[in-house]
């Protein structure tokens, strides 16, 4: 069978033309040598294709409800409500925080580097954790307040539902975190000061005992991806319906029916309960300190409603 014939029926969604272009381009490889459509595909050849990812669209505004807490001159805090993606990224060109950010600036979002799709975003939440985000409206803002990230003077302080009570009850968790090597889109936790991943400080303590669960306080020294989230694995913690770090599995907990209420709960909370609860920093031009606080979201509060009943009732 020629190799255009091959890779069309091999590759999803590819079309003939395409596979053939990429030949032409030199972006298909047999034997690490490049070939014409023409090729026969023999046994045991060992063909690389190399694919290239469509252009992103420009950035464009659009009218996308936002919570916002607070504006002035230089930046907007925002309370990004779960299951947004902060910015534009293969796979979410649209409907992001950064479409909405755009279409209510209106004009002044021309101060703005668009072609980045992250106008103005100074640091990020995953797009299935709630809570507080800041938005810079002008270069230079964007730049003193990156820098005081950078130089960890921005507190940041999350709520987090877990599994279980931690033992102590409030400590400190210390590791280094990078990808794992068995999967790149989670991360890892490794040892501290090892050559693996980088350090990650969090410190942790009980908000509410809640038997089978907890309500915890978390604030962060470091600001590695996923880094709340694969320190609590790492605790034995996870956090209640992440997915990715073991907490949507359902468990046998000691009381009669709980297999149907952990199910229910895990319904009621199709994503990590993860909130970024408080931000404190410095208004980039006065240097006033500004503090803000957002409650925990809906669906939070009912799943901590649910099992506070369920705790009482036992």
């Keep these: 069978m020629r190799i255009d014939q091959y890779l069309t029926r091999q590759v999803e969604n ?37 694919f290239l990812r469509p252009p992103a669209p420009e950035l464009g505004p659009e009218d996308i409800p936002i919570d916002i807490m607070y504006e002035d001159d230089d930046l ?34 021309e101060e703005l580097d668009k072609s980045e799709l992250r106008p103005g975003i100074v640091h990020r939440l995953d797009k299935n954790t709630s809570g507080l985000i800041i938005v810079a409206k002008n270069p230079v803002a964007l730049h003193r307040l990156a820098r005081q990230f950078a130089d960890r003077k ?45 350090t990650a400080i969090t410190d942790y303590s009980i908000t509410e005992n809640l038997h089978w669960f907890s309500l915890l306080s978390l604030t962060l020294h470091t600001g590695r991806t996923h880094q709340i989230r694969a320190h609590l694995q790492h605790l034995g913690h996870q956090i209640l319906g992440d ?33 970024a609860e408080t931000l404190s920093f410095q208004q ?31």
């Design 76 to 109: 907007m805090v925002i309370n990004k409500k779960p299951g947004m993606v902060v910015h534009p990224a293969f796979g979410n060109w649209t409907g992001t925080l950064a479409n909405a950010i755009l279409h209510h600036l209106g004009k002044d979002a």
């Design 243 to 275: 997915e990715t770090y073991g907490g949507a599995s359902l468990r046998t907990l000691p009381f009669s029916k709980s297999e149907g209420f952990v199910r229910n709960l895990l319904e009621l909370l199709p994503r990590q309960a993860l909130h």
């Design 154 to 198: 921005v507190i940041k302080i999350y709520k987090a539902m877990v599994w279980g009570v931690p033992n102590p009850l409030s400590g400190t968790i210390t590791t280094n975190i990078g990808r794992s090597k068995k999967d790149r889109k989670v991360m890892a936790n490794f040892p501290y000061e090892g050559k693996d991943g980088k």
């Design 284 to 314: 980039p031009t006065s240097r006033e300190p500004l503090s803000f606080t957002a409650p925990l979201p809906e669906d939070m509060q009912l799943a901590l409603e649910k099992i506070r009943g369920m705790v009482s009732s036992v």
């Design 14 to 50: 590819a079309t003939r033309n395409k596979v053939q272009e990429a030949i032409e381009e030199g972006r298909v490889l047999v034997n690490d040598k490049t070939v014409k459509s023409n090729y026969r595909v023999k046994s045991c050849d060992v063909i690389q294709m190399t």
